[in-house]
């Protein structure tokens, strides 16, 4: 049903080099763009660095639930609004039940399988282990693994590299101005310094952001300026859109227009052209013509399935079919 796009002329130009310089100022310039001309630049972009028909389904399983120390505005996991979220919390789930929902995402076509902890930092007791054994049985079914569990040192991002992770996730979430406002009990600081510690352990890194919180325009592109910093640039960035908790200090906050969340990935892609841009959290509240657009300025992977950590995401088969209709295929 669908035909092979036809190369154009914008596409004989060359794949942009990566650079890892960019100022405020040049960031913005690209953000401020007419939609039309940013989504057509960023298109192009997209289309000459990466294969712009295919998509990254990744699933994602919260394996252990609420109670974090951490004081995220945002979370509905943090232990400092558990008396108005009414979050339950849930022990560190078994081996056997985390490797049955992955069987499951493979089985439904997802690539990649995503598991993420409401922890400060990786305990280092028998916890880990067990991490351990479900990052290695997850690989065993041939899936990538990624892993989500707080801050980590050195010698853990060894053994998950030797368990054979794919990528772990741990976000700059917003600029290193702005980020006070929203957590107090981590660093950005220390946020990079996990990033690191991932990197060097030759673990690819996925790290991204979250809009919506009441920064402005320019924190957004303090993010993408923090990322784009990174050498080598992640591998995949996540951007989510805040999905507000009742019971947490950020839930009256106004919802992020699509337009503002297409012109973020557009530059985004434009600034890391060969990152993988994943839209995230918040995509449940968009149109299937915002998405379109989200996959047109650069997005190229989502989360996939019913459940993203503690919040409902969008029905299987309403992806699938959204990506059929479109002439997308997943990876
Ligand atoms: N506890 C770990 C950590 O923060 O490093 C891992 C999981 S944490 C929930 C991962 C990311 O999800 C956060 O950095 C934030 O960007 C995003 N997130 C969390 N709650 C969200 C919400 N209510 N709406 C949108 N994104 C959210
Ligand atoms: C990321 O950047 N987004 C995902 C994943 N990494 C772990 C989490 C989204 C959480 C949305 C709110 C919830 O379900 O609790
Ligand atoms: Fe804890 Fe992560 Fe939630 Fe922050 S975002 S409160 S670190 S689970």
Not at 141 to 149: D, F, G, S, V, Y
Not at 156 to 167: I, N, S
Not at 274 to 298: D, P, T, W, Y
Request: proline content about 4%.
């Amino acid at each position: 049903m669908h035909n092979k796009s036809v190369a154009s002329s914008e596409n004989q130009m060359s794949a942009p080099p990566l650079r890892y310089d960019w100022s405020t100022g040049e960031i913005l310039k690209i953000y401020e763009l007419p939609l039309l001309d940013l989504l057509y630049k960023a298109h192009t972009v997209h289309k000459k660095c990466n294969n712009n028909s295919k998509m990254q389904l990744a699933s994602l399983l919260n394996i252990k639930t609420g109670s974090c120390p951490e004081d995220c505005k945002y979370c509905s996991q943090s232990a400092h609004y558990a008396k108005t979220t009414n979050l339950k919390s849930e022990k560190l789930m078994e081996l056997d039940s985390v490797i049955k929902q992955a069987r499951i995402a493979k089985s439904k076509g997802a690539a990649r399988f995503c598991i993420g902890a409401a922890w400060r930092n990786i305990p280092d007791d028998k916890s880990f282990q067990t991490v351990l054994k479900i990052v290695k049985e997850i690989r065993s079914l041939k899936m990538e693994a990624c892993a989500t569990l707080g801050m980590l040192n050195e010698s853990q991002a060894k053994d998950l590299a030797e368990a054979g992770l794919t990528a772990y996730n741990h976000n700059l979430d917003t600029s290193p101005e702005f980020y006070g406002k929203i957590i107090s009990t981590r660093k950005y600081a220390d946020r990079l310094k996990t990033i690191e510690n991932v990197r060097s352990a030759g673990i690819t890194v996925c790290s991204g952001g979250i809009i919506g919180l009441g920064e402005t325009k320019i924190d957004r592109i303090g993010l993408i300026k923090s990322l784009a910093k990174l050498k080598p640039h992640p591998e995949s960035i996540p951007i989510n859109t805040l999905v507000p908790i009742k019971g947490t200090p950020l839930e009256q906050n106004k919802p992020v227009r699509p337009i503002d969340l297409v012109r973020l990935i557009a530059t985004t892609r434009i600034v890391m052209p060969k990152s993988r841009i994943r839209l995230s959290a918040g995509r449940s509240n968009l149109s299937e013509e915002a998405q379109v657009m989200c996959f047109f300025a650069g997005a190229n992977s989502i989360f996939y399935g019913e459940k993203l950590l503690t919040t409902e995401n969008n029905i299987e088969d309403e992806d699938l079919k959204l990506l059929e209709d479109i002439g997308i295929e997943h990876e």
